[in-house]
């Protein structure tokens, strides 16, 4: 079975203050990792993705990948309120199939 | 603009009354997915198209049909729905399953009594 693992959280961090979400994968063959954020009630949103190992950065936002630790994660600098947010990891499969592999969630609360 | 639209965005159902969830894309992608979203389960897929008359089953494809008879559309169907289909269900589309996002419909919330 395949699993992409985050800590459900909450966590919680300062306004302004660096947030680190984490998440593990047990599929060596995926392919790709996808940052998507999701407000309460609404559909998910695209913060990034990434495929190579190392970092990735966009603008506050900063994805890591170690495909040898099977471990991706997202840091976002500056942390707003309007940053407070469930993030889900997904994890893509190489091959013919296209079944992503999602986390469960981390909930993520900025306090002013 | 682009977008995924499903419709309806919420139903009330009974068991056993037969259901379908349009969804409809217009970025001209080859990839359509369905999702269920279950409180402390996370998001699953149910079955996703890679093209015209391509599909294939998701995670949990139980209980569902779909149909991709044209690319914009990728309708679910529940042909005898019961209580543990109760879910938040969301429509996606891709250009790309490797580097493009999926865009997310806005979500049908699914009550079957």
């Known amino acids: 079975q395949k699993e992409v693992e985050q800590n459900s959280g909450p966590l919680s961090v300062p306004e302004g203050a660096i947030a680190s979400l984490n998440c593990t994968y047990s599929d060596r063959g995926s392919q790709s990792f996808f940052w998507y954020r999701q407000y309460s009630g609404k559909s998910p949103e695209l913060i990034m993705f990434i495929y190579s190992n190392g970092d990735k950065e966009d603008g506050r936002f900063t994805a890591q990948l170690n495909k040898a630790s099977q471990y991706v994660s997202l840091l976002i600098r500056d942390s707003q309120p309007s940053d407070s947010a469930t993030y889900l990891c997904a994890a893509i499969p190489s091959g013919g199939s296209y079944i992503p592999t999602f986390g469960r969630g981390t909930s993520l609360i900025v306090h002013p | 603009e682009a977008q995924v639209t499903q419709n309806p965005r919420y139903l009330i159902t009974v068991t056993g009354k037969k259901l379908t969830v349009t969804c409809s894309q217009n970025m001209n992608h080859e990839y359509m997915s369905w999702y269920r979203q279950d409180p402390g389960l996370g998001l699953r897929q149910i079955y996703y198209?890679?093209?015209?008359?391509?599909?294939d089953k998701g995670d949990v494809p139980e209980g569902y049909k779909v149909s991709r008879k044209e690319k914009r559309n990728f309708p679910l169907i529940l042909e005898s729905p019961s209580p543990n289909q109760t879910s938040l269900y969301f429509c996606?589309?891709?250009?790309?399953?490797?580097?493009?996002?999926?865009?997310f419909g806005p979500g049908t919330r699914l009550t079957v009594l």
């Open positions: 198209s890679m093209n015209v008359e391509v599909t």
């Open positions: 996606a589309s891709t250009r790309d399953r490797f580097t493009d996002t999926q865009y």
